[in-house]
């Protein structure tokens, strides 16, 4: 049944290892890009909205972080993403173009309900979920849903929920291309393809946890961390700091890596590892260069490369080099180590990894 542990020590074990087969299950049964992949009606729905607006809490408004990113630069539709429960209680200027999107695991969190429902309030009638439970509140109140298939998630630290949430994301915006005419048959036929990879994909990076296993082993004995992503890889470094102060009680912040020097830059020391997200894309030379400022400030570097980037172990740098290049849905591989980090590092601690102490796996009061 989905709450055996099996040959697992624990359920977040267990979520981190079973996302190949979650994504693969999230992504069974889509053919092609269709809106209809998101309900009956949603072309029409996607033909009247002109911007996008995610509400979430947790993980999964980190998940809405990282979509951002594809809406606007792949769909070429503006994007907001807010906390929810910021949202339900500021004055906002609403736009009934607007498609509202509501990010959940559990489909209950009382704040992203509330926040919909503020939504609703304020003349924004279209509204989709990326949601875990097809039978939740989230799902009956919103007029499109995509369900993810992450199955039954028990650790409270979210992972499976996150990865397919993404996975979700990424086939909302190339939807969301497609009748807006940003997108080629041939460019549609490309991401599916990579999509369609991606379980073998996380199935290789998943064989690299004895490496992480070695960094959690100085994890374990530091009391801060700080994790520098840049553009798209910012938000996984947000989660990857996220899960690190969930579970193992170390103090982790996450910057975009170019507001080092705005502030951070003066926590650096050997005492403060630095984990650094460094896929090969167009601002791999300016994370370089942040790199060095940490380095030149005795800061010790944890990075997690991409296949082709030449960045090699040295004094003080830590490479864990990633199988492949991922592109665009490279976001959903780089947070596969960033978890394990947190795993093991929790686990050298001896902290309940599964039921860490003051955390609800569903927080449905306020
Ligand atoms: C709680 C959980 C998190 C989760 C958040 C949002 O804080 O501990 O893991 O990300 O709620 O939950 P949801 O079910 O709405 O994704």
């Not at 949603?42 to 809405?64: E, H, N």
């Not at 994790?227 to 912040?253: D, M, V």
């Not at 290049?325 to 902290?351: C, M, N």
Request: hydrophobic share 45%; charged share 20%.
């Amino acid at each position: 049944g989905a709450a055996e542990l099996g040959p697992y020590r624990h359920y977040m074990q267990k979520e981190i290892f079973e996302q190949p087969r979650a994504i693969g299950d999230t992504l069974e049964g889509v053919e092609g890009i269709t809106p209809e992949l998101f309900g009956d009606g949603a072309y029409g729905v996607f033909k009247q909205i002109d911007r996008v607006l995610i509400l979430a809490c947790g993980t999964s408004y980190y998940s809405g972080c990282a979509a951002k990113y594809w809406l606007e630069a792949i769909a070429r539709i503006p994007c907001d993403v807010e906390v929810a429960s910021e949202y339900r209680y500021r004055t906002s200027v609403p736009s009934p173009r607007t498609l509202v999107v509501t990010i959940s695991q559990s489909g209950e969190t009382a704040d992203t309900l509330a926040a919909l429902r503020h939504a609703q309030g304020l003349g924004m009638t279209h509204t989709l979920t990326i949601c875990n439970v097809a039978t939740s509140a989230m799902v009956r109140e919103c007029e499109l849903a995509y369900i993810t298939r992450a199955g039954v998630e028990i650790g409270v630290a979210s992972t499976k929920a996150f990865t397919t949430q993404l996975a979700g994301l990424f086939l909302l915006t190339l939807a969301l291309a497609q009748v807006r005419g940003q997108i080629s048959e041939e460019q549609e036929a490309a991401h599916l393809k990579a999509m369609r990879h991606l379980p073998v994909a996380l199935q290789a990076v998943l064989a690299l946890e004895p490496q992480v296993i070695s960094w959690a082993e100085d994890f374990a004995r530091m009391d801060n961390a700080l994790f520098l992503g840049r553009g798209l890889h910012y938000p996984i470094a947000l989660e990857g700091a996220l899960k690190l102060k969930e579970i193992s009680y170390i103090h982790a912040e996450a910057y975009p890596a170019g507001e080092l020097k705005h502030g951070p830059l003066a926590l650096v020391t050997s005492a403060m590892p630095v984990v650094t997200v460094a896929p090969n894309d167009t601002l791999l030379e300016k994370l370089k260069s942040n790199m060095q400022e940490v380095r030149a400030r005795g800061g010790v570097l944890y990075v997690l490369a991409d296949a082709d980037t030449r960045i090699s172990s040295s004094e003080g740098i830590h490479v864990i080099r990633m199988p492949e290049h991922y592109g665009a849905l490279s976001p959903i591989l780089h947070v596969v180590p960033l978890q394990l980090l947190a795993y093991h590092t929790a686990l050298a601690k001896g902290t309940d990894v599964d039921k860490p102490r003051n955390l609800a796996k569903s927080v449905t009061v306020e």
